[in-house]
């Protein structure tokens, strides 16, 4: 407490309404493998949150043959119950997409420094009052973009350079760089004496060319052709000083295999490679260079057919193409892709910027990636100077998903590791309390029946005690009595029971139609489990049962692998089993009708709404009661402990999760010896409302003289 001295008025505030936070009780995790999209531990450090089924298509691509599991198929129907999902991608030696953009020259006029048959322009016994161009430009694809005359007075032409010993009036920059906006441009050579003026085109490459003439007013008034115009070579050079009247200049490309400017997705998967789908739509992802005027060109980035980033940059320092995109991941400002200048085979050098739009290529040209030697030799094709990206459309290709083969492999990319640098792959990712999971799964053929994942799983909800885990038998695992023989470690694919208050074994599995690709396909039935906790958290609470045809039944499957009956249904609940049945009742419908937890032993731990109950109460005690840390370990702690705790109770009470329980907080439990091991401790006893799963009804017949009042 503050010590007063001084009299006066003093005001002290202190903050004791401490409260339960809110906590979302139906965040499903789905661990499992796709076409893009971050990968967990790797590229992304924690689980991607996804908050619809646009997020995760935009994000993780859609569903495929190619994709093994159904954790994008799982994760659509999920989503259509809760707007909080967590997606974490697996992946091993999964490969970017990625194109060759192709470097090419614009083509060039050189305004000649010592014109052809004039002595001196816009000298004052010359009378040559002006300079008149013609110019036509073309694009890459041989378009005609611009024709247009310029006239330039000649107060503008008073550049005098050194050419040869003599002093003659030249041509000089004068358009400041750019004609104007039908993208032409003229620009000041800076390499000495050799200075005067450039007419450039706005596209680069084999294509895109200019046409030039020129002429000049003389004192008759006539206008008169005057050699001017030198045309640049394809590598960047004069052929001669001598100009001519007119010129037409063509631009140049750059082989890929000498140098390219490298467009690679920003994380890997096959989902990146452009395409055309079965149903005429396209897929991936390309990179499109339009012309634009002066120095810069207008980058496009498409995703799925749509144009979906823009990005006006050049191969100039200010302007610079790789500080728009993003040479790293880490530096990235596109969401879709990052780009490097390469060399041979190679995809990950340091970039080489240019710090002129008139520098020539070749700085470009022999790099050794990461210090290593090229595959190829490097051959200089051509070394021209106005150097930009070629227009045109370039598809990303090549990109992997990563997906292994072998069974054995396959659980080991989904079970995960704990790497190095503190990330955590596959099923690891889901050991982080920051995440809020309460559901987790790895659904589909080939992930989530193995025997691995299956356990990996169920022993990660174990040890953090934060979430269910959801398996099932094997899609055709056969009839009823296969399935149990597998739940029980009796199957060719299992040899250990599963036994734990942290897994629910639902069975069997659901055909629905997947509006993706317009089939039925059979889906793993612990999607539709998670689905329906989901439900039950919307229409109720976690301590309600997910299940029977309030809060279990199945509007989307169309039909169930194996039909149950009664007796079926008893053996999958019943003597010692753990199987939570999917039935389809006539009339009735397709419904989740159990709710079993794969406890074997009998306590109120066998029901899911007990364990999802309890997981909800502890992760409520932890977020209310971390304040409570290094305060004084005393009654009056001992009382705001169950001030905290009371309340929450009591609110859970009202809402039908609890029957009746006990905070207590005192001397009794807090022993002299646990108070000097610096240790408090709450005793919380909790009766749980338990689920009316046997509804029984007594029919009495009487006669007629009993009197029933």
Same mark, same amino acid.
């Given at each position: 407490?503050?010590?007063?001295?001084?009299?006066?008025?003093?005001?002290?505030?202190?903050?004791?309404?401490?409260?339960?936070?809110?906590?979302?009780?139906?965040?499903?995790?789905?661990?499992?493998?796709?076409?893009?999209?971050?990968?967990?531990?790797?590229?992304?450090?924690?689980?991607?949150?996804?908050?619809?089924?646009?997020?995760?298509?935009?994000?993780?691509?859609?569903?495929?043959?190619?994709?093994?599991?159904?954790?994008?198929?799982?994760?659509?129907?999920?989503?259509?119950?809760?707007?909080?999902?967590?997606?974490?991608?697996?992946?091993?030696?999964?490969?970017?997409?990625?194109?060759?953009?192709?470097?090419?020259?614009?083509?060039?006029?050189?305004?000649?420094?010592?014109?052809?048959?004039?002595?001196?322009?816009?000298?004052?016994?010359?009378?040559?009052? %002006?300079?008149?161009?013609?110019?036509?430009?073309?694009?890459?694809?041989?378009?005609?973009?611009?024709? &247009?005359?310029?006239?330039?007075?000649?107060?503008?032409?008073?550049?005098?350079?050194?050419?040869?010993?003599?002093?003659?009036?030249?041509? &000089?920059?004068?358009?400041?760089?750019?004609?104007?906006?039908?993208?032409?441009?003229?620009?000041?050579?800076?390499?000495?004496?050799?200075?005067?003026?450039?007419?450039?085109?706005?596209?680069?490459?084999?294509?895109?060319?200019?046409?030039?003439?020129?002429?000049?007013?003389?004192?008759?008034?006539?206008?008169?052709?005057?050699?001017?115009?030198?045309?640049?070579?394809?590598?960047?050079?004069?052929?001669?000083?001598?100009?001519?009247?007119?010129?037409?200049?063509?631009? #140049?490309?750059?082989?890929?295999?000498?140098?390219?400017?490298?467009?690679?997705?920003?994380?890997?998967?096959?989902?990146?490679?452009?395409?055309?789908?079965?149903?005429?739509?396209?897929?991936?992802?390309?990179?499109?260079?339009?012309?634009?005027?002066?120095? #810069?060109?207008?980058?496009?980035?498409?995703?799925?057919?749509?144009?979906?980033?823009?990005?006006?940059?050049?191969?100039?320092?200010?302007?610079?193409?790789?500080?728009?995109?993003?040479?790293?991941?880490?530096?990235?400002?596109?969401?879709?892709?990052?780009?490097?200048?390469?060399?041979?085979?190679?995809?990950?050098?340091?970039?080489?910027?240019?710090?002129?739009?008139?520098?020539?290529?070749?700085?470009?040209?022999?790099?050794?990636?990461?210090?290593?030697?090229?595959?190829?030799?490097?051959?200089?094709?051509?070394?021209?100077?106005?150097?930009?990206?070629?227009?045109?459309?370039?598809?990303?290709?090549?990109?992997?998903?990563?997906?292994?083969?072998?069974?054995?492999?396959?659980?080991?990319?989904?079970?995960?590791?704990?790497?190095?640098?503190?990330?955590?792959?596959?099923?690891?990712?889901?050991?982080?309390?920051?995440?809020?999971?309460?559901?987790?799964?790895?659904?589909?053929?080939?992930?989530?029946?193995?025997?691995?994942?299956?356990?990996?799983?169920? %022993?990660?909800?174990?040890?953090?005690?934060?979430?269910?885990?959801?398996?099932?038998?094997?899609?055709?695992?056969?009839?009823?009595?296969?399935?149990?023989?597998?739940?029980?470690?009796?199957?060719?694919?299992?040899?250990?029971?599963?036994?734990?208050?942290?897994?629910?074994?639902?069975?069997?599995?659901?055909?629905?139609?997947?509006?993706?690709?317009?089939?039925?396909?059979?889906?793993?039935?612990?999607?539709?489990?998670?689905?329906?906790?989901?439900?039950?958290?919307?229409?109720?609470?976690?301590?309600?049962?997910?299940?029977?045809?309030?809060?279990?039944?199945?509007?989307?499957?169309?039909?169930?692998?194996?039909?149950?009956?009664?007796?079926?249904?008893?053996?999958?609940?019943?003597?010692?089993?753990?199987?939570?049945?999917?039935?389809?009742?006539?009339?009735?419908?397709?419904?989740?009708?159990?709710?079993?937890?794969?406890?074997?032993?009998?306590?109120?731990?066998?029901?899911?709404?007990?364990?999802?109950?309890?997981?909800?109460?502890?992760?409520?005690?932890?977020?209310?009661?971390?304040?409570?840390?290094?305060?004084?370990?005393?009654?009056? #702690?001992?009382?705001?402990?169950?001030?905290?705790?009371?309340?929450?109770?009591?609110?859970?009470?009202?809402?039908?999760?609890?029957?009746?329980?006990?905070?207590?907080?005192?001397?009794?439990?807090?022993?002299?010896?646990?108070?000097?091991?610096?240790?408090?401790?709450?005793?919380?006893?909790?009766?749980?409302?338990?689920?009316?799963?046997?509804?029984?009804?007594?029919?009495?017949? #009487?006669?007629?003289?009993?009197?029933?009042?």
């Amino acid at each position: 407490m503050p010590n007063f001295v001084s009299p006066g008025v003093y005001v002290v505030e202190k903050d004791i309404s401490e409260y339960p936070p809110t906590l979302n009780s139906s965040v499903v995790a789905i661990v499992g493998f796709a076409g893009r999209g971050p990968i967990a531990g790797l590229n992304q450090k924690k689980a991607t949150l996804v908050t619809s089924p646009q997020d995760l298509v935009r994000t993780f691509g859609e569903p495929g043959e190619a994709i093994k599991g159904q954790a994008l198929e799982g994760s659509l129907e999920i989503l259509e119950s809760t707007n909080e999902l967590r997606f974490i991608r697996c992946a091993s030696g999964a490969t970017h997409a990625s194109s060759n953009v192709t470097i090419g020259a614009c083509p060039a006029i050189y305004l000649s420094g010592a014109p052809s048959g004039m002595a001196a322009i816009g000298t004052a016994d010359s009378n040559v009052s %002006s300079v008149r161009f013609h110019v036509s430009a073309y694009d890459n694809n041989i378009n005609l973009m611009h024709t &247009k005359t310029y006239v330039v007075a000649s107060s503008t032409l008073s550049k005098t350079v050194a050419q040869g010993g003599t002093t003659v009036q030249a041509l &000089k920059k004068v358009f400041g760089g750019q004609l104007d906006a039908d993208k032409v441009g003229i620009f000041s050579d800076t390499s000495g004496t050799e200075a005067s003026a450039f007419l450039v085109g706005a596209a680069a490459g084999g294509g895109a060319k200019i046409e030039c003439n020129s002429e000049v007013l003389n004192n008759a008034g006539s206008w008169v052709p005057i050699a001017t115009m030198v045309a640049l070579n394809s590598d960047g050079g004069l052929p001669s000083e001598t100009g001519s009247v007119g010129a037409t200049a063509s631009g #140049t490309s750059v082989e890929t295999s000498s140098a390219a400017y490298q467009v690679n997705s920003l994380y890997p998967g096959a989902g990146y490679n452009a395409g055309t789908k079965a149903d005429g739509t396209t897929s991936g992802v390309s990179f499109e260079v339009d012309v634009n005027g002066g120095k #810069t060109s207008m980058n496009t980035v498409n995703d799925l057919g749509t144009a979906d980033e823009e990005f006006e940059a050049g191969m100039v320092s200010s302007s610079f193409l790789e500080d728009s995109l993003g040479t790293t991941f880490a530096k990235r400002t596109s969401e879709l892709v990052t780009a490097n200048f390469v060399t041979g085979t190679y995809n990950d050098i340091t970039p080489t910027a240019l710090t002129s739009f008139e520098k020539q290529i070749n700085a470009l040209l022999g790099i050794t990636p990461n210090g290593r030697s090229p595959s190829t030799t490097v051959q200089k094709a051509v070394n021209p100077r106005f150097i930009k990206l070629v227009q045109g459309t370039y598809n990303l290709a090549n990109g992997d998903n990563g997906i292994p083969t072998s069974d054995a492999e396959v659980a080991d990319t989904v079970i995960g590791e704990v790497r190095s640098d503190g990330g955590r792959t596959g099923i690891e990712a889901l050991d982080d309390d920051a995440l809020n999971i309460s559901v987790a799964l790895a659904p589909g053929t080939g992930v989530g029946d193995l025997q691995a994942v299956v356990n990996a799983l169920i %022993s990660k909800a174990e040890s953090t005690q934060n979430f269910l885990a959801l398996v099932s038998p094997p899609y055709a695992v056969g009839k009823t009595s296969d399935a149990i023989d597998w739940s029980n470690g009796f199957a060719t694919s299992r040899d250990s029971a599963i036994n734990s208050s942290y897994g629910a074994i639902y069975w069997p599995w659901l055909k629905v139609f997947q509006v993706f690709d317009g089939k039925d396909r059979w889906l793993a039935p612990e999607i539709y489990a998670a689905r329906q906790i989901a439900v039950t958290d919307n229409v109720s609470d976690p301590w309600f049962a997910p299940a029977g045809f309030q809060r279990g039944r199945l509007t989307k499957p169309t039909d169930v692998e194996v039909t149950l009956n009664l007796g079926d249904r008893n053996s999958l609940y019943a003597g010692g089993n753990a199987i939570n049945p999917i039935v389809n009742f006539p009339q009735r419908g397709i419904a989740i009708f159990g709710q079993r937890t794969s406890q074997r032993e009998p306590t109120a731990l066998d029901r899911v709404n007990i364990r999802r109950l309890m997981i909800f109460i502890r992760k409520q005690i932890l977020a209310s009661t971390q304040s409570l840390v290094f305060e004084p370990n005393d009654r009056f #702690t001992w009382e705001r402990v169950e001030q905290l705790i009371n309340p929450m109770l009591n609110d859970i009470a009202n809402r039908r999760g609890i029957t009746e329980f006990r905070v207590v907080c005192d001397e009794s439990i807090n022993t002299p010896v646990r108070v000097d091991r610096n240790e408090m401790w709450c005793k919380v006893l909790i009766k749980p409302t338990k689920t009316a799963e046997i509804v029984v009804f007594e029919l009495n017949l #009487t006669n007629q003289s009993a009197q029933l009042g």
